[in-house]
């Protein structure tokens, strides 16, 4: 079993890709903390890194994820360009747990945080060409239940991005806000946000020419950029800049609703 955790389809599609070349399944890391997965003989773990360091979703889902500890453990990490101490923090989780993890490996993907700085996800997609041959080199290094951990050195930075109050104020930096203006109430972000912390509501006051109900967001937020990402109106900003339409990204194998958690 592979469990991903994806804010715009990178991780789900690696995920994919490995669990195809290995012949498993995959499935959401938040609807996974559900389930009893002790007969399950190998287990993957798919997530992104942020700031250095482990998605605080993934880093709260793992120590209640109930694997056996003679699992052979696998973490794949699709990252911008540095994975951190993505791997090592959740091999610390899952050790407290008695599992140890056998393999670990990054992947360069396009960076989805790239749309915060002004700058275009999409026009990092050259990375895709180097992908094909890590993925082969992941899935028959899997296949054979080999040990190593590849491109992920224990960083100093990524500890002291790690350290709580730091992280909050990093990852708070993407905390998304809605444009009530541009909103159409769709509930697009609601039903993509892996933490059910998009609400809609209806408007407090109606509006004339915009649409009864209106997006809200709560402060669970784990700064995936999903909602920011999948918006049709661009309505979700970060940092009090106007989302651009170009540079909305998401995994080109893979399709939005792929990516919602709620119907
Ligand atoms: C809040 C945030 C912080 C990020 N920090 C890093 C980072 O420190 N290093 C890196 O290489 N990529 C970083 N990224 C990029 C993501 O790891 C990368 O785009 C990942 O593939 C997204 O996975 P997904 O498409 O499955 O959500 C960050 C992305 C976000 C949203």
Redesign the pocket.
């Known amino acids: 079993m592979i469990l ?9 599609a690696i995920a994919r890709s490995i669990a195809q070349g290995i012949g498993d399944e995959i499935k959401p890391l938040v609807e996974a903390v559900r389930q009893d997965l002790t007969n399950e003989k190998r287990i993957g773990l798919v ?7 482990t998605p605080p979703a993934v880093r709260n889902i793992v120590p209640r994820l109930k694997i056996s500890n003679e699992a052979y453990v696998f973490i794949v ?8 101490n993505s791997i090592w923090t959740v091999r610390r989780l899952l050790r407290e747990k008695g599992v140890e993890v056998s393999y670990a490996h990054k992947i ?6 790239a749309l ?1 700085f002004g700058r275009n ?1 999409n026009d990092q997609k050259w990375k895709f060409e180097k992908f094909a041959g890590r993925l082969e080199r992941i899935i028959a290094d899997v296949k054979a239940e080999k040990k190593a951990f590849h491109y992920s050195t224990w960083s100093f930075l990524g500890w002291i ?1 790690g350290q709580p109050k730091m992280e909050a104020k990093l ?1 708070g930096a ?1 905390r998304p806000a809605v444009r009530e203006d541009k909103c159409i109430g769709c509930g697009t972000c609601a039903k993509i946000c892996p933490m059910r912390n998009i609400a809609v509501n209806e408007r407090e006051e109606a509006v004339a020419g915009q649409s009864e109900t209106v997006a809200h967001v709560g402060p669970h937020c784990t ?4 909602c920011v990402h999948a918006c049709p109106k661009q309505a979700l900003e970060v940092g009090g800049k106007p989302t651009i339409k170009e540079r909305q ?1 998401r ?1 080109p194998q893979v399709k939005l609703a792929e990516l919602l958690l709620r119907k």
């Open positions: 991903y955790f994806s804010g715009t389809g990178n991780s789900l997530y992104p890194s942020y700031d250095f360091n990490i699709p990252c911008g360009a540095q994975a951190g360069r993907v396009p960076d989805n945080s915060v996800p991005m990852l993407f700064a995936c950029l999903a990204y995994h």
